[in-house]
């Protein structure tokens, strides 16, 4: 394993420092890049000068001054250097000591959802009682009176765990109880969770006997029907019902997702569940000179394709074929070299889908009095040990990055088994294994991480008291598990190179957020009241650390890190202006940070126009 930063949170880390001279260059205060190829010899086409430049290498180097030519920067260094790369008709943008730092990378989100959910019934990720769920989605079919009986409602945002009062659980009947006779779909916020009325059900052909499929549950009453909650991929029983989005769908959602990713400062993502469409998506984009960050993306490998390796592997083979563009460049393109394999669900009540080494908790007692001990369920693995281990191999022979949804401590320990025995195949040492969430990991299997070179793709707003974490989970893990719920101190401890993925629309979309969580472990100031505090007795990130993990370290994982996710001399130009430092404010102010400018491959994407 190689490139390990030893990470520490000192001031003295982020120094001044200038960049090597040689020769007559020392003379002129300029640059080179690689042996003897000196820059200074053609102006830049945008200087930015007067600056606080994070640059994230391998020394957490602080500058003054950044050049770019041809969508790459050809100077970091200070204001004196810099000025002789500064010509005619080069822009020069005076910083006036604000931040400047590479582009986010967010390491896992779901694009196409994040954009739908712009344009669907959304409730907001609000906490509602039954009432008000009904009224909202209520006012949503009266906004479109016109619509035909048989036109689906999509409603997304439901945030189950926080349904008042605690442990409101709607089926199908909530919906039933509306005034409309169209079908409802509504995606939990967690998108493990669909809740579907009657009349959904009926055009989908789901009824009390319909089979669960590979990876997924209906969920049933005590009698046997189905209550109308799916979970995990039962969801798609349903969600196959409704009519296809239309190409055209597809790219104005894709193109709602990317304005919303440059505002954040999202310079490169990786689409975390892909199929298609999504490619096609991005591919039409890309023809028009759209897209706006780099997209990667994970192809999706279901669990009905354990048993058909060869089959799964000659279909990412060819997608990757048909939409890869090949080695990045300043223009933003579309990159495909991983594959997207669930092994478990959610570790929430009431769903409790994340596979674990030991039960789940249950309340023996009663609401006033309960009695939490261990029940007889300890969630799903989705994925046979054996059937994972040959799928992985075979990914990496074609050299595929598995990007694997490991939530549970028993699916984490199954996953990083699959690793280690993955690094041991032809092509297996190479890639690069994520494993998204790692939320319940077994201590024994924090150092596991480093020493597989697995990385863990947190998303660190869940590391916060909120109803998921507290009222959802809490009492149903255990003082124990709880202890350790949302590890990423100790994966940090054991020397896990921590990368960060926001899962955006699993919560609204706020990467400044997610950092400060990542660091204080706080929900936001306005929910202290109700929760208070950090989540549990695990420690927050060193701030340089969360930083890293959205930029050179997310970067690592998508196996760019030699493009991508720091600001050095050769490196491709994303980055971005933020309205104040990230290293000097009040850790709780660093979810208030916003985004000034946006830049990828030298283009400037997003602007507030706040700077000259």
């Known amino acids: 394993m190689g490139g ?38 053609e102006p830049a086409t945008t200087v930015y000068r007067n600056g606080y430049v994070y640059t994230a290498d391998t020394k957490d180097n602080v500058v003054k001054a950044l050049a770019v030519r041809d969508g790459r920067i050809v100077y970091v260094g200070n204001d004196i250097g ?43 990720f609000d906490s509602l009682t ?5 009224a909202r989605i209520q006012a949503c079919l009266d906004a479109e009176k016109d619509s035909a009986p048989d036109t689906w409602l999509m409603v997304t945002a439901w945030y189950r765990q926080a349904m008042q009062p605690e442990g409101t659980n709607p089926g199908a009947e909530a919906l039933d109880a509306l005034k409309t006779k169209r079908p409802i779909i509504v995606q939990s916020s967690d998108y493990h969770s669909v809740l579907a009325n009657s009349r959904a059900m009926e055009l989908a052909g789901i009824d009390d006997k319909t089979a669960n499929p590979a990876g997924g549950s209906i969920i049933r009453d005590a009698k046997g029907k189905a209550t109308g909650i799916f ?12 009519p296809a989005a239309t190409p055209q769908d597809n790219v104005v959602q894709m193109q709602l997702a990317l304005k919303a990713m ?18 096609a998506a991005f591919a039409t984009i890309a023809k028009g000179d759209g897209l706006t960050a780099r997209s990667f993306a994970a192809l999706y490998v279901g669990a009905e394709m354990a048993d058909k390796v060869k089959e799964a592997t000659e279909s990412v083979k060819k997608l990757a074929k048909q939409y890869d563009s090949g080695a990045l460049g300043a223009t933003p393109a579309v990159s495909i070299r991983h594959a997207k394999i669930m092994l478990d669900g959610v570790v929430q009540a009431p769903a409790q889908t994340a596979g674990l080494l030991e039960p789940y ?35 990496a022979a074609i050299g595929i990055n598995p990007h694997i949804h490991a939530i549970g401590d028993r699916s984490v320990r199954e996953a990083l088994d699959a690793v280690a025995d993955m690094r041991k195949q032809p ?31 947190m998303s660190f707003q869940w590391a916060k008291p909120a109803p998921d974490s507290i009222d959802a989970a809490k009492n149903f893990l255990g003082p124990d598990r709880f202890a350790r719920l949302e590890p990423e101190g100790s994966l940090h401890a054991a020397g896990a190179r921590i990368a960060f993925g926001s899962d955006w629309p699993v919560d609204p979309f706020n990467e400044w957020f997610a950092l400060k969580v990542g660091i204080t472990r706080t929900n936001d100031s306005t929910m202290w009241d109700k929760y208070p505090g950090s989540l549990n007795e695990e420690a927050g990130l060193p701030r340089v650390t969360a930083l890293r993990a959205a930029t050179i370290n997310a970067a690592y994982e998508l196996g760019a890190e030699k493009e991508i996710g720091s600001l050095e001399p050769g490196k491709l130009a994303d980055f971005i202006v933020i309205d104040r430092n990230f290293f000097d404010i009040a850790a709780e102010d660093i979810g208030n940070i916003k985004v000034l400018r946006t830049v990828v491959g030298g283009k400037t994407v997003y602007d507030t126009g706040d700077l000259h």
């Open 4 to 41: 390990k930063i030893l990470q520490t949170e000192r001031t003295s880390r982020f120094r001044q420092s200038a960049c090597i001279r040689v020769g007559v260059l020392a003379l002129l205060g300029s640059c080179v890049i690689g042996a003897g190829v000196a820059y200074a010899e």
């Open 231 to 242: 979970e995990d991929q039962a969801g798609d029983l349903i969600n196959a019902a409704r």
């Open 130 to 134: 039954l009432s008000e769920f009904q």
């Open 361 to 395: 908790l249950e309340n023996k007692g009663s609401d006033d009095h309960p009695d939490f001990r261990p029940g007889n369920h300890a969630g799903d693995v989705y994925w046979k040990p054996d059937a994972l281990k040959k799928m992985l191999a075979s990914l």
């Open 262 to 279: 440059s505002a954040q400062g999202v310079t490169t993502f990786l689409d975390a569940l892909a199929d298609e469409s999504h490619l």
């Open 82 to 124: 810099v000025k002789a790369l500064t010509g005619d008709k080069t822009e020069v943008v005076d910083l006036e000591g604000r931040m400047l730092a590479p582009g986010l990378i967010d390491g896992h989100l779901h694009p196409l959802e994040g954009g739908a959910a712009l344009q669907s019934c959304n409730l907001k």
């Open 427 to 457: 092509g297996g040492a190479k890639v690069r294994a994520g494993l998204a969430h790692v939320e319940v990991t077994d201590p024994a299997d924090f150092k596991r991480f480093a020493e597989l070179d697995a990385i863990p793709v």
